[in-house]
């Protein structure tokens, strides 16, 4: 349920839910994902992920999160890290089984972790979509049309290109984009320039583009640059903006939080 009991999916519920989108794997989706919800946290906000990258789920690991959800009658209470309550598909696969699934499995597992997983009242739930405009992206239209759409997309242009078809995704199902987000913008080099290893303007193009197509102002939420610390903290379970929040990229994910 959503607010005071109210489910995510009801008009009058005051939580945010964003579903962050992208065109391709491999852009930072999930780490972005993470970042921003552990950030909320840190702000104080109630914050919850649903991992909903079926073929690809990071979530998990990005946040050192070992536990398996808990039953509690017909409930699942998830596990908790950095303040934020998390379930992915990854707690129910064992070992490292890769995961197969067809859409309307899909859409019952989506389905079934906006009903029976006990979240409580929250402020903001992200919602970590697979690359592409695949049948989740249609079942989180269906099951929560409320939720904004964040598109997570690299400066370069053939990027924005298959980020665009994920936004636009939002014109067929009525969702509103809240914004795009540009990751990997540059590398901050020890002499202070900044070296454009993806190239640049993707997200600024992307967001002009977006707002044409969905007919309404999509901004550019911010642009987060490489940084070696943000995949060490992938790698090792602890945020950047938890571990190493003085960074530069710590501080633009902290800003876009500030910003949702
Ligand atoms: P996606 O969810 O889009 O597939 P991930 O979040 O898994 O992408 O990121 C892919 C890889 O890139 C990971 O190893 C992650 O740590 C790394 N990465 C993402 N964003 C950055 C960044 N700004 N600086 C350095 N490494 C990054």
């Known amino acids: 349920g959503g607010q005071r009991g109210?489910?995510?999916?009801?008009?009058?519920?005051l939580t945010k839910v964003f579903a962050v989108a992208s065109g391709k794997g491999g852009v930072g989706k999930s780490s972005v994902t993470v970042?921003?919800?552990c950030a909320m946290a840190a702000q104080g906000l109630r914050v919850g992920i649903v991992d909903a990258d079926v073929y690809g789920f990071s979530v998990p690991a990005l946040m050192g999160i070992t536990q398996s959800p808990t039953r509690v009658d017909d409930m699942i209470l998830p596990p908790v890290a950095y303040g934020v309550k998390v379930i992915s598909i990854g707690m129910f696969v064992t070992g490292n089984q890769p995961v197969a699934w067809r859409g309307p499995m899909l859409h019952r597992a989506l389905e079934q972790f906006l009903t029976d997983v006990y979240f409580g009242d929250l402020d903001a739930l992200f919602l970590d979509l697979p690359p592409g405009t695949g049948d989740i992206a249609i079942s989180v239209a269906q099951l929560l049309p409320k939720a904004e759409i964040l598109v997570v997309t690299t400066p370069q242009a053939a990027a924005a290109d298959v980020a665009e078809r994920a936004g636009a995704i939002a014109t067929q199902t009525g969702q509103k984009v809240a914004g795009v987000i540009e990751n990997m913008s540059y590398l901050e080099m020890p002499d202070g320039g900044r070296m454009e290893l993806f190239g640049s303007g993707g997200g600024a193009v992307l967001a002009e583009?977006?707002?044409a197509t969905v007919g309404a102002e999509v901004p550019l939420l911010g642009q987060i640059p490489l940084d070696i610390q943000l995949r060490e903290g992938g790698d090792t379970g602890v945020p950047i903006v938890i571990g190493q929040p003085g960074t530069p990229a710590a501080a633009a994910l902290s800003g876009i939080a500030g910003r949702l």
């Open 209 to 211: 583009r977006l707002t």
């Open 35 to 37: 970042n921003l919800a």
């Open 6 to 13: 109210i489910p995510f999916n009801q008009p009058e519920s």
